[in-house]
């Protein structure tokens, strides 16, 4: 049974429609891929999963749940960790705050974010604001992670930063399919570091799903259709 399904899911913001019918599903440890042009749906997508956006119709479940029936607080404690677009850190906490800030026991703690992370206990007694943008975005990471939980969504977690800090970035990625199984639904258009740690890819255009399969199988054909600028 998959851990994350969506069954024809629409929502509007307002009168102006933004999904059409999409439909994914995440298994288990599986990574999935979340692709498509700027503007086509991506992140109007991840905020319905997590209850931030209603869906107007169409089917959520999560953790055997129906997310349709939950505010966002509740579907966040079922398992859902969101590292939103832009990071939004609580500027005014120190990192350590931050880190702290919606903890949950499990195997996610301060010192294991610190292994992962090693800037992060450098900077521990430092306000957000004062921290880099890749700093910050290490740090909204972390958060999440904090919160221990079953599906990590990261909605463009490599978007503006400099290259040695995007590879810091994925190599922590990378370091968590390896070493806990955790499950991970990724938004990025960085397709060559996508086919190292994505299982599969669902690709959106204009508000709806138009290509899904193991990540092997995206080839230039699809790309150049989809994913070109």
């Not at 851990?3 to 429609?17: D, E, K, N, P, R």
């Not at 609580?90 to 996610?108: E, K, M």
Request: with cysteine; charged share 20%.
């Amino acid at each position: 049974m998959s851990l994350l399904s969506l069954a024809q899911v629409t929502a509007s913001y307002g009168a102006s429609q933004a999904l059409f019918g999409v439909s994914l599903d995440i298994g288990e440890g599986e990574v999935l891929a979340l692709m498509g042009r700027n503007g086509m749906g991506k992140s109007t997508t991840i905020k319905t999963i997590c209850r931030l956006l209603p869906a107007t119709s169409g089917a959520i479940h999560f953790a055997e749940q129906d997310l349709s029936r939950l505010p966002a607080h509740r579907a966040a404690r079922l398992g859902l960790g969101l590292v939103p677009e832009g990071r939004r850190c609580f500027t005014n906490l120190t990192v350590t705050q931050n880190l702290h800030a919606a903890a949950r026991a499990g195997h996610w703690d301060a010192a294991r974010v610190a292994t992962l992370f090693p800037r992060l206990e450098e900077r521990r007694d430092q306000l957000a604001a004062s921290l880099s943008g890749g700093e910050q975005q290490m740090l909204a990471i972390g958060r999440a992670l904090m919160t221990n939980p079953r599906l990590l969504i990261l909605d463009e977690a490599t978007e503006g930063l400099a290259p040695l800090v995007r590879q810091e970035i994925w190599d922590a990625i990378a370091k968590l399919k390896a070493q806990t199984g955790m499950s991970i639904l990724v938004v990025d258009k960085s397709i060559r570091e996508l086919s190292q740690i994505a299982d599969r890819a669902v690709i959106l255009e204009r508000g709806q799903d138009v290509w899904t399969g193991q990540m092997g199988a995206l080839d230039e054909a699809v790309t150049t259709k989809y994913l070109g600028v």
